[in-house]
C-alpha cells in the first residue's frame, strides 16, 4: 500500500507513524489484500484537540474519507481509522464488485469536468439595517473562484453513487445515470435522508 503520513504543524513522531502505518496495513489486509493509495494527515485542533483526516483511494476513483478529533494524538488517528474500517464493512462486497466492473469499463464512459471552489460574497457588503432603502443597497458581487480542478463525472447506478458520496463523506455527488444516459444528482438532506435529482424523470425522489 502507497502510504503518505502527514503532521499539520506537528512532528509525527516514529512510535506514532509506525502505528498509523500497522493499523492501515491491517485494514488493506484485512478488506483488500492489495495495493492502495492512502493518505493520513495529523494536525492540532484548538489547544486541546488532535485531528487526524484520512484518505483512502480504492481501485479507480473510488474515495472513501474519514475524519475524528480526540484530546489524543493517538485516539484521533484510532476513531479515523475506525471510522474507515466502519464504511468499508458496510460496502464490502458492493465495492468489491463496483471495482472489478470499474476495470473494465473504457474512459469514454467518464465526462470530463471542471471542479470549481467558491467564495461566495453576495451579502458581504449589504447594509441589513437599510434593506428597505434602495439608496442604502449594493449589488450583491459574482462568486470569486478560487480554486480550479480538473474532475470526471463517472457513469453508475443511483445506489452506487450514493455508496461513493457516503464513503467520500462528501454532501452531494454528480453522476451519469447508467439506466438513462443523463446526468443526475444525489445529495445529503438535512433530515438525514437522500436527495435524489434527476432531470430524465423531471422529479426530485427521495431515498429512505
Known amino acids: 500500500m502507497d502510504l503518505t503520513i502527514n503532521g499539520k504543524h ?26 492502495i493509495e492512502a493518505i493520513v494527515t495529523l494536525g492540532k485542533e484548538g489547544s486541546a484537540f488532535f485531528k487526524t483526516h484520512i484518505s483512502l483511494r480504492v481501485g479507480k ?3 472513501i474519507q474519514s475524519t475524528a478529533k480526540d484530546t489524543d494524538p493517538y485516539g484521533s488517528f484510532d476513531k ?20 472489478e ?32 432603502d434602495d439608496a442604502e443597497k449594493e449589488v450583491p458581487k459574482e462568486p470569486t473562484i478560487v480554486a480550479e480542478l480538473a474532475t470526471s463525472i463517472h457513469t453508475m447506478t443511483v445506489s452506487e453513487a450514493v455508496m461513493r458520496m457516503d464513503l467520500s463523506e462528501e454532501p452531494a455527488m454528480m453522476f451519469r445515470n447508467s439506466k438513462t444516459n443523463t446526468l443526475n444528482m444525489v445529495y445529503k438532506r438535512a433530515d438525514g435522508n437522500i436527495g435524489w435529482v434527476d432531470p430524465a424523470e423531471e422529479m426530485i425522489a427521495v431515498a429512505e
Not at 509525527?12 to 489486509?29: C, S
Not at 453576495?122 to 428597505?132: G, K, Q, R, S, T
Request: no cysteine.
Open 101 to 132: 466492473r470499474l476495470e473494465q469499463t473504457p474512459e469514454t464512459e467518464m465526462l470530463k469536468a471542471n471542479d470549481y471552489t467558491l467564495v461566495s460574497e453576495l451579502f458581504e457588503h449589504i447594509d441589513h439595517d437599510a434593506v428597505n
Open 80 to 99: 479515523a481509522a475506525e471510522k474507515t474500517s466502519k464504511q468499508l464493512r458496510r460496502y464490502k462486497t458492493r465495492l468489491r464488485d463496483h471495482h
Open 61 to 63: 476513483d473510488i474515495l
Open 10 to 35: 506537528l512532528d509525527v513522531g516514529d512510535a506514532l507513524r509506525t502505528h498509523m502505518q500497522d493499523k492501515m496495513e491491517d485494514i488493506n489486509e484485512k478488506y483488500f489484500n492489495r495495493g
